[in-house]
């Protein structure tokens, strides 16, 4: 018998969690923490989601519950989830044979041993990344990746189990009884959309796609369900799943706060926008080789809408800022229609190098060497300045401005940046 | 007299630069070179659990911590008898002695010569242990 088990691990409302770990006054009160511009409700902690807020309510629903039920509300303070997820990660690596980071609060990992052995080491997971990184975690253990997500499910669920469930050790009258009352769509990798065909061929449950003919579901869905039917057998077919995360590009994507709609702001957005992506680009040490402009009207407006992009390929890979800058700007030239509202715009770098290429011959002579030798001096000192002054010290253009441009994000409820921003620690009294 | 600014290097952001000699001897103390002295691995025991915070207050510097310090906080390790932690008091985030007497939880600030003995009904919270002050000399 194989002594190697598949774990899931995820922490509980994790955004929200990240914001207690250091804010003492937002335990065991309600919480949620809002999207880009604080527009809607991406997180809750439990107490909020006990009072019916659900994922997605617009922030101005949401409102009167800060009167009557001591309401807490931040704004998304992506630099400290951030942070956290990576030491949250790191954690989980030291305990794992292996590690599949799946999203911001979620990996799956390789654990070996008896039931019992796995079981404590799950329990020990849990209290680690409580105690050393302060945030709570439930762990679900199976034989596959499919019913690993689902003990999880099962821990998080049932406060009785300590956030931890080792499937192969519950007893089978108690998952049986679950399996067949949990619908369908409650199964990782099973849509809304597949759920409702599914349901339409008396398959409402996950007992009853484990049960399901492996074929039919191929013939009917795909073989992506299929596996799910066999992962839910405990035969193991999924693979390494790829981070989110794609190493293979730079994406400066944001949402305004205020739409966008002159030529000039469009110009303000494109410039910053590719002067970061450069700038991020420098710190992985790559270069791109090519860039991708994007902007876009809200999908809930009436009316027409505009989503331009463009795309201009390098003519070798480069990070200089000035470059990409100017070529972001071109690209988005006249693309923007009069009259419209753009509420979200990004620059995309991608094509990525490790190194700048051959410099290619110049066929009509000397051409624009002093021009390129000056822009490269110009780009080094702007990077150096906000390497060392903050990246608002300087900037090119409009992104020099110390005021932030009225389109910046708008973050009203945002907690500080206690671990990545020297000027925002949290303070602490003696 | 010299203004402060000139004496820095000229570019002190881009770090250490390494020589290269594309011919020649090489050096006999190139594999001895490990990038020299690297503060973090001096204070950072495990970067996975520690926190910089910043003190205000004068109520700790027989601990040799001062207001406006940043302090080192580590929330892997056990906290123990006369440790300086970060503490949760009833919603207050406080840098304190730890101090066990018996059955007794006290914590010990320059306040005062006897501890503030905690009781049932305080909410309490251990942060962290303080493993290091960073002291601002000037």
């Known amino acids: 018998m194989s002594a190697d088990h598949v774990s899931l691990v995820d922490v509980n409302n994790f955004y929200v969690s990240c914001e207690r770990a250091f804010d003492y006054s937002l335990r065991n009160r309600p919480v949620v923490v809002l999207s880009n511009n604080d527009g809607c409700v991406v997180a809750r902690s439990q107490e909020a989601k006990d009072l019916g807020i659900a994922t997605g309510e617009p922030f101005f629903k949401v409102q009167r519950f800060m009167d009557s039920h001591h309401l807490a509300v931040r704004s998304s303070n992506y630099e400290l989830y951030g942070d956290m997820s990576a030491?949250?990660?790191?954690?989980?690596?030291?305990?794992?044979?292996?590690?599949?980071?799946?999203?911001?609060?979620?990996?799956?990992?390789?654990?070996?041993?008896?039931?019992?052995?796995?079981?404590?080491?799950?329990?020990?997971?849990?209290?680690?990344?409580?105690?050393?990184?302060?945030?709570?975690?439930?762990?679900?253990?199976?034989?596959?990746?499919?019913?690993?997500?689902?003990?999880?499910?099962?821990?998080?669920?049932?406060?009785?189990?300590?956030?931890?469930?080792?499937?192969?050790?519950?007893?089978?009258?108690?998952?049986?009884?679950?399996?067949?009352r949990v619908p369908v769509t409650d199964v990782w990798g099973v849509g809304r959309k597949s759920g409702a065909k599914l349901a339409s061929m008396g398959i409402e449950t996950i007992a009853d796609l484990r049960d399901a003919d492996p074929l039919l579901i191929r013939k009917k869905f795909s073989v992506v369900l299929q596996r799910t039917v066999f992962e839910l057998n405990g035969q193991r077919c999924i693979g390494p799943v790829e981070e989110r995360a794609d190493r293979g590009q730079v994406m400066f994507t944001r949402s305004f706060s205020t739409p966008v709609r002159t030529h000039e702001?469009?110009?303000?957005?494109?410039?910053?926008?590719?002067?970061?992506?450069?700038?991020?680009?420098?710190?992985?040490?790559?270069?791109?080789?090519?860039?991708?402009?994007?902007?876009?009207?809200?999908?809930?407006?009436?009316?027409?809408?505009?989503?331009?992009?463009?795309?201009?390929?390098?003519?070798?890979?480069?990070?200089d800022p000035i470059l990409l800058s100017k070529l972001a700007i071109a690209a988005m030239g006249d693309l923007m229609q009069p009259g419209m509202d753009y509420v979200r715009g990004g620059v995309i770098l991608s094509g990525l190098s490790d190194s700048p290429g051959e410099k290619q011959l110049d066929l009509f002579g000397l051409g624009d060497e002093q021009e390129e030798e000056e822009q490269k001096n110009v780009s080094s000192v702007v990077q150096d300045i906000s390497a060392r002054f903050g990246a608002k010290s300087i900037g090119l253009g409009p992104a020099g401005m110390a005021q932030s441009p009225a389109w910046t994000m708008k973050r009203e409820h945002i907690s500080q940046r206690y671990t990545t921003e020297w000027d925002e620690l949290l303070e602490v009294r003696a | 007299?010299?203004?402060?600014?000139?004496?820095?290097?000229?570019?002190?952001?881009?770090?250490?630069?390494?020589?290269?000699?594309?011919?020649?001897?090489?050096?006999?103390?190139?594999?001895?070179?490990?990038?020299?002295?690297?503060?973090?691995?001096?204070?950072?025991?495990?970067?996975?659990?520690?926190?910089?915070?910043?003190?205000?207050?004068?109520?700790?510097?027989?601990?040799?911590?001062?207001?406006?310090?940043?302090?080192?906080?580590?929330?892997?390790?056990?906290?123990?008898?006369?440790?300086?932690?970060?503490?949760?008091?009833?919603?207050?985030?406080?840098?304190?002695?730890?101090?066990?007497?018996?059955?007794?939880?006290?914590?010990?600030?320059?306040?005062?010569?006897?501890?503030?003995?905690?009781?049932?009904?305080?909410?309490?919270?251990?942060?962290g242990v303080i493993t290091r002050c960073l002291h601002h000399v000037r």
């Not at chain 2, 018996?102 to 006897?114: A, I, N, Q, T, Y």
């Open chain 1, 87 to 180: 030491r949250v990660m790191e954690l989980l690596g030291r305990y794992g044979t292996w590690h599949e980071v799946y999203s911001i609060d979620e990996s799956f990992i390789g654990l070996e041993g008896s039931l019992e052995q796995v079981r404590s080491t799950a329990a020990q997971i849990r209290k680690a990344i409580d105690k050393v990184v302060g945030v709570p975690v439930c762990v679900g253990v199976s034989s596959t990746k499919t019913l690993a997500k689902l003990a999880n499910h099962i821990a998080k669920h049932n406060p009785g189990l300590g956030g931890v469930c080792v499937q192969q050790l519950m007893d089978q009258r108690v998952l049986d009884n679950i399996l067949s």
């Open chain 1, 265 to 319: 702001a469009m110009e303000e957005v494109m410039s910053i926008y590719a002067q970061k992506a450069a700038s991020r680009l420098a710190s992985e040490g790559r270069y791109a080789s090519l860039l991708t402009v994007t902007a876009g009207t809200s999908r809930f407006a009436q009316g027409e809408s505009s989503f331009p992009s463009a795309q201009v390929r390098l003519p070798r890979p480069t990070r």
């Open chain 2, 1 to 127: 007299m010299a203004d402060e600014q000139e004496l820095m290097p000229p570019d002190a952001s881009q770090g250490p630069v390494q020589a290269v000699s594309a011919m020649g001897f090489p050096s006999p103390a190139r594999d001895y070179f490990d990038g020299g002295l690297d503060l973090n691995r001096l204070l950072v025991r495990d970067r996975v659990s520690t926190f910089i915070m910043r003190v205000s207050g004068h109520a700790m510097q027989s601990a040799g911590i001062h207001d406006g310090d940043e302090v080192i906080v580590d929330r892997s390790l056990p906290v123990r008898h006369a440790s300086v932690v970060i503490v949760n008091l009833n919603g207050q985030m406080l840098v304190r002695r730890w101090h066990i007497d018996g059955p007794k939880v006290g914590l010990l600030s320059d306040e005062s010569p006897l501890p503030v003995w905690l009781d049932e009904g305080d909410e309490v919270g251990v942060f």
